[in-house]
Nanobody, 125 residues
Framework: QVQLVESGGGSVQTGGSLRLSCAAS????????MAWFRQAPGKEREGVAA???????AYKDSEKSRFTISQDNTKNNLFQQMNRLKPEDSAMYYC???????????????????WGQGIKVTVSS
């Protein structure tokens, strides 16, 4: 059974930083692409950052300068460094993975069959 488990969320003040982690297990081979999504109360889920097997990355335009997505060498652990956090970054953050063969990163939720349970990020002003 594949599983995605997020960690690293929490509460910070405006301007602070957090590093989210996602551990993927049960994949053989490791996922071809992974991504971070977030969903604030009353809003739709949105793609924040994605990374493909070749290391190509995609970001939501408004977060490109503050968020950095990365993986370890095994490609089974996904990270997101979030800097200069704002109250509007407060949301549940989800790790997503796609084990189907492809060469492209994507910020579209429909393209990811596997999801973690999510982790809460709260940024206070």
């Amino acid at each position: 059974q594949v599983q995605l488990v997020e960690s690293g969320g929490g509460s910070v003040q405006t301007g602070g930083s957090l590093r989210l982690s996602c551990a993927a297990s049960g994949y053989t081979p490791s996922p071809y692409r992974m991504a971070w999504f977030r969903q604030a109360p009353g809003k739709e889920r949105e793609g924040v950052a994605a990374i493909g097997r070749t290391g190509m990355q995609a970001y939501k335009d408004s977060e490109k300068s503050r968020f950095t997505i990365s993986q370890d060498n095994t490609k089974n652990n996904l990270f997101q460094q979030m800097n200069r956090l704002k109250p509007e970054d407060s949301a549940m953050y989800y790790c997503a993975a796609d084990s189907r063969y492809n060469n492209y990163e994507s910020l579209q939720a429909l393209e990811y069959p596997d999801w973690g349970q999510g982790i809460k990020v709260t940024v206070s002003s």
